[in-house]
């Protein structure tokens, strides 16, 4: 697994490989990075070996900065190493939200302007090369935030949740970048915000599974999604810290009892969890039931990251749970 740490306050890149139990190495770390980066997303994408080094696996990210309505491609290498892919001028300064998945039958990115009611869908080729789908109007202009999901796999299916309202609506996405409502839920919290997250598939049902974090009540409740959009409980956690950032991660492990007499079980699916204010990383793997299992705690981390991403993020429009 792979981790970028951005500080945009100093302009500092980090990328920290991180094993199953947790232990990070340093790759690599730049200190000349814009401070103006508005969002850094991972595209899932595999650069094929063969106009690259032989050999290594390249990952792409995607870095956009607002105020100067630019976007530009990176892959990056198993050292942390990068490289220019493709650059982008002219791009909106109002795209709130770019959210990575795999729809047009490849790999690409939803950017999202809350101010037009927009989402624009576009496919990404090896050369980074990104090709218009669609640009659908009329969506909601208060969203504040859309989910990724394998509700619909193998496409990436779209969750809309508006925190005023207290409505979450599950969609799935054709290769046209047609989005059709599965589910409407009304009556949700007010105080979920942005953290909603994908966390793999916990349990026996669904296509997916959410976690929900509330920061006012501190408390964090998974649910299963299936394939219309309904969703099923699946557990609570409470008294959980104020975390400014929760992380998905997909390449933990611990070997967890599956019941008293049982050989224990692996378990790959868990959550960084970091706490700005104590300078906090907590890396946890998750059992079935979404109980969270501390295998590493991490002191004396910076402040100011503003982003922690995980760069290869390859799970989205996969079998449930899958890379």
Do not use: C
Not at 96 to 115: E, S, V
Not at 166 to 175: A, C, I, S
Not at 239 to 258: E, H, M, N, T, Y
Not at 260 to 267: D, S, Y
């Amino acid at each position: 697994m792979g981790l970028l740490f951005y500080d945009g306050i100093n302009g500092v890149g980090a990328f920290y490989s991180v094993d199953s139990n947790g232990n990070m190495t340093l790759l690599h770390e730049d200190d000349g990075w814009r401070r103006t980066w508005s969002q850094i997303v991972p595209t899932g994408f595999f650069y094929p070996p063969d106009n690259l080094t032989p050999g290594v696996k390249h990952l792409s990210l995607f870095f956009y900065d607002a105020q100067a309505g630019e976007g530009f491609i990176y892959n990056h290498d198993d050292a942390g190493k990068m490289t220019l892919i493709k650059s982008y001028t002219g791009l909106r300064h109002s795209w709130k939200q770019i959210i990575p998945g795999n729809w047009g039958g490849t790999r690409g990115l939803l950017f999202y302007d809350a101010q037009a009611g927009e989402g624009a869908f576009h496919s990404i080729d090896a050369q980074g090369n990104m090709a218009h789908i669609k640009t659908n109007s009329g969506w909601p202009k208060n969203l504040v935030v859309i989910v990724p999901g394998s509700w619909n796999p193998p496409q990436t299916g779209l969750l809309f949740y508006d925190d005023v309202q207290g409505v979450g609506e599950f969609y799935t996405v054709d290769n046209q970048g047609n989005i059709h409502l599965l589910k409407r839920h009304e009556g949700w919290r007010h105080t979920w915000y942005h953290n909603i997250f994908p966390v793999g598939l916990l349990g026996n049902t669904g296509n997916q599974s959410l976690l929900f974090y509330d920061a006012p009540a501190r408390d964090g409740t998974f649910y299963n999604v299936d394939a219309q959009g309904n969703l099923s409980f699946v557990h609570q956690e409470s008294g959980w810290r104020g975390w400014s950032q929760i992380i998905p991660i997909f390449d933990v492990s611990k070997a967890l009892p599956k019941a008293p007499g049982q050989e224990p079980v692996l378990f790959r699916n868990g959550l960084l969890f970091y706490d700005a204010g104590n300078r906090v990383g907590e890396f946890y793997v998750l059992d079935t039931q979404g109980h969270p299992n501390l295998i590493q705690q991490k002191q004396g981390w910076r402040e100011s990251w503003t982003n922690i991403i995980e760069t290869d993020m390859l799970m989205l429009g996969k079998a449930p749970g899958g890379r």
